[in-house]
């Protein structure tokens, strides 16, 4: 029964949540208490461990009650109960914008929006290293020196392999550096 009433509590959780993981706490605090699973203070401390851990606010504390209540069998069910309407609901919009995305005008739309998303993203990687590379009005050397040899990495790693440099190696690399550079 604990289990079925877990599919029923996140579903509605699910369904009826909007506006984030923290408009979906007082539902999910009615949902809780109606069904006498946890009384106010320990859902207090469910919701502080759900917001310390990674993950969405919400899946997080969906898992943690389901476990309480039902082990690792209620964990899954409360926290696929919480996931499956936005799922669905998403794989229905795909649905949807499929036929859409094949009209010539959206096509159009759509090319014209690429360069400007391209421009956003360049703005903000060329913001990010202007401000870590100047502190104020002072110029932090070895943040520019930590820039210029990242960039070189990249730019040597594309033109002897024709291809671009792996995201995670960079991150990888980044920290490394950072790490020697800032520690010294």
Excluded: H
């Amino acid at each position: 029964m604990i289990y079925l009433d877990l599919l029923i509590g996140f579903l509605k959780v699910g369904l009826f949540s909007f506006g984030g993981a923290y408009g979906a706490i007082p539902l999910i605090r009615d949902v809780v208490l109606s069904y006498g699973w946890l009384d106010d203070e320990m859902l207090t401390y469910f919701i502080a461990v759900s917001e310390s851990t990674p993950g969405p606010i919400m899946v997080n504390l969906a898992t943690y009650i389901g476990s309480s209540k039902g082990g690792i069998l209620g964990s899954a069910i409360a926290t696929a109960a919480v996931v499956l309407p936005a799922f669905v609901i998403i794989l229905l919009i795909v649905v949807m914008l499929k036929n859409i995305l094949d009209n010539p005008y959206v096509q159009a739309v759509l090319d014209g929006i690429k360069p400007c998303i391209v421009g956003i993203i360049a703005a903000t990687g060329l913001e990010m290293i202007f401000q870590n590379c100047f502190q104020g009005s002072v110029l932090d050397v070895r943040a520019v020196i930590l820039t210029a040899i990242l960039g070189a990495v990249v730019i040597i790693y594309r033109r002897a392999k024709k291809k671009n440099f792996p995201p995670i190696r960079l991150i990888i690399i980044s920290a490394v550096l950072g790490i020697v550079a800032y520690s010294l």
